[in-house]
Nanobody, 115 residues
Framework: QVQLAESGGGLVQPGGSLRLSCVTS????????MGWYRQAPGKQRELVAT???????SYADSVKGRFTISRDNAKNTVYLYMNSLKPEDTAVYYC?????????WGQGTQVTVSS
């Protein structure tokens, strides 16, 4: 079973930046699309950013213009660059395949935006 390991979260002030990383235990070269999801307390998990194998990206309206997703197939890694962070971005962030997962959900990485 594919393992997904997210890292890079933390506590940041509004307007700050973070870079999240997701390392997979097997190659993502053949995975058509990878994505970053997030789940805030009391809310359902939502997809916030997607990147295809060809490099096309798409974003939820709430993060468009502030978040950037990228992937490095050689390193089996997907990144999420988050700028101009807002308190409403506070959530646990996960990565997985889109629309179907490639493995069990990892533990995620907590992002807290607060002054």
């Amino acid at each position: 079973q594919v393992q997904l390991a997210e890292s890079g979260g933390g506590l940041v002030q509004p307007g700050g930046s973070l870079r999240l990383s997701c390392v997979t235990s097997r190659s993502i070269f053949s995975v058509d699309a990878m994505g970053w999801y997030r789940q805030a307390p009391g809310k359902q998990r939502e997809l916030v950013a997607t990147i295809t194998n060809g490099g096309s990206t798409s974003y939820a309206d709430s993060v468009k213009g502030r978040f950037t997703i990228s992937r490095d197939n050689a390193k089996n890694t997907v990144y999420l660059y988050m700028n101009s962070l807002k308190p409403e971005d506070t959530a646990v962030y996960y990565c997985n395949g889109v629309p179907n997962g490639i493995g069990y959900w990892g533990q995620g990485t907590q992002v807290t935006v607060s002054s």
